[in-house]
Structure formats: structure tokens, C-alpha cells
């Protein structure tokens, strides 16, 4: 019983668990962010190309 309640009082990971909650939250808004302004991306993305081509 004692190493059960050992085991729930134990913190070590809980940084890391955070952080890997934090960085698959961003990854999500991210992927959101891209699939929502896909359009206006591929524009921005076009015209860097057509002022890098016209070097």
C-alpha cells in the first residue's frame, strides 16, 4: 500500500508530461492555422518565388 501511495505522490515526469501536452497543443493550432489560411499561404509562398526568380 505504501509503495502505491509512493508511486501517486511522485512528480518526476510531470515537467516533461507538461511540456509534451504544450508541444502537441501548438503542433495542433499549427496545423490548424495552415489548413485555415492554405490560400493565403500558397500566395505569399508564390510571390517570394516570383521575386527570387526575378533576381
Known amino acids: ?3 502505491a501511495m509512493d508511486l501517486l505522490r511522485d512528480e518526476r515526469g510531470q515537467g516533461t ?3 509534451a501536452i504544450l508541444v502537441g497543443v501548438l503542433v ?9 489560411f492554405r490560400g493565403r ?4 509562398w508564390q510571390a ?6 526575378s533576381l
Open 41 to 44: 499561404i500558397s500566395e505569399l
Open 1 to 3: 500500500m505504501k509503495k
Open 28 to 36: 495542433v493550432i499549427a496545423i490548424v492555422a495552415i489548413v485555415a
Open 48 to 53: 517570394i518565388t516570383d521575386g527570387i526568380n
Open 17 to 19: 508530461t507538461e511540456y
